[in-house]
């Protein structure tokens, strides 16, 4: 494994892992109120294009991360929106 791909995988776990405190928390107490409903719909957006952008360049460490990321801000967007 060269240099730059193993660098690829240890921010793919920093922003991944960075993540996952946050959804925890939403799932375990339901409570999104301080928690921007429109930077949420961007950031699940942005990682919908940027895990698109790494499947058109066949780029794994950029799959991995913003699909995995997509996945956990938008358990947190869909709580937030939930009535």
């Not at 730059?4 to 993540?19: D, E, H, N, P, T």
Request: charged share 10%; proline share 4%; net charge positive.
């Amino acid at each position: 494994m060269d240099t730059a791909l193993l660098v690829g995988y240890l921010a793919s776990i920093c922003s991944v892992s960075s993540f996952v405190p946050q959804v925890c928390k939403v799932v375990k107490t339901n409570d999104t109120r301080a928690i921007s409903t429109g930077m949420y719909c961007l950031t699940v957006a942005g990682f919908a294009l940027w895990t698109t952008f790494g499947i058109m360049r066949a780029e794994w460490p950029i799959i991995l991360t913003n699909s995995a990321c997509f996945l956990l801000s938008l358990v947190i967007l869909v709580k937030k929106l939930k009535p």
